[in-house]
């Protein structure tokens, strides 16, 4: 019996979305949606209303998936916003001249390392250029959108308007499969905390500065140490961190601004009310400041 491609990718599909993820329509061999386009809308049918894009049309729908994949061997897209995933890309190098760059993992770890964390394990799909994706269910109480290179070089995230090749999908003859752990894991508060604008890694200065390395590791270890302080041990981590880098803003390395926005952020993520996240953030930071100004002035 010749094997129907079309029934393989129909599968992928479905359980896709009996995991209560969106799925849509990829071009044949391609990662490109093969729903049409707003220009070419025909306004008729799911768009009668107006044109709807891939994000707003993908679907759990089994009877929809199933008319949809007997037109042809579609690649499988999950919207992530809408599937409730957070997956983190890492890709590998386009250019195979440059062998020895570091990939998308190596980055990827080398960021774990300098903010203390191990490489969070969870459900993993090996993609067909050899990159992998990282799925994580994305935080409910914060709507995160795509990054590119954010968090490290060669890592991408794809959230809110972003969209990932599902495992059972392949270009070229090369099958996007799941590697390692099955079991899907919330995303880490120390990566949420980095993911929440404005972004406070490989990101530069005001004033077209950028911030030595250790000043970066700083930053974010900091921002990851009060992301994951659990609870009675919050507000002292946050001060704790605050001070830290106070001696940073003083020195002109980081802005305030800078410093108050990262923490700010990882320590609502963390569960503290909005206000005492602002109150401890200034003592802290107006405690560091004044101290290491004048440390600086003495040393003059």
Partial sequence: MTHDPRMALLSA?????????????LRPNTKRPALH?????PRTGPCTSGHRKWEERATTDPDRIRAAWTHAPFN???ATGPSGLLVVDLDVPKDNGTTDAPDGAATFEALCERTGQPVPRTRTVRTASGGHHLYFTAPAAVRLHNTAGTLAPLVDTRAWGGYVVAAGS?????????VGPALLRPLPGWLKALLVPPHPVNRPAT?????????????????????????????????????????????????????????????ESAGLPVAECRATLRSALD???????????EAA
């Avoid at 392949?170 to 799941?178: S, V």
């Avoid at 002292?236 to 108050?260: I, K, Y």
């Avoid at 405690?287 to 002035?297: E, G, L």
């Fill in 13 to 25: 599909a479905l359980n896709a979305a009996e995991r209560g993820w969106h799925v849509f329509p």
């Fill in 37 to 41: 386009g707003e220009t070419a809308c």
């Fill in 76 to 78: 499988v897209g999950i």
């Fill in 170 to 178: 392949t270009i070229d003859g090369t099958p996007y499969e799941a």
């Fill in 207 to 267: 004033g077209g500065r950028r911030h030595r390395p250790y000043v970066d590791a700083a930053l974010a270890r900091e921002t990851a140490a009060v992301a994951a302080a659990r609870e009675g041990q919050r507000n002292t981590t946050l001060l704790r961190a605050g001070r830290a880098l106070g001696r940073f803003v003083a020195s002109g390395d980081l802005t305030r601004t800078e410093v108050e926005n990262a923490l700010q952020g990882a320590g």
């Fill in 287 to 297: 405690w560091s400041i004044s101290h290491n100004q004048a440390s600086t002035r």
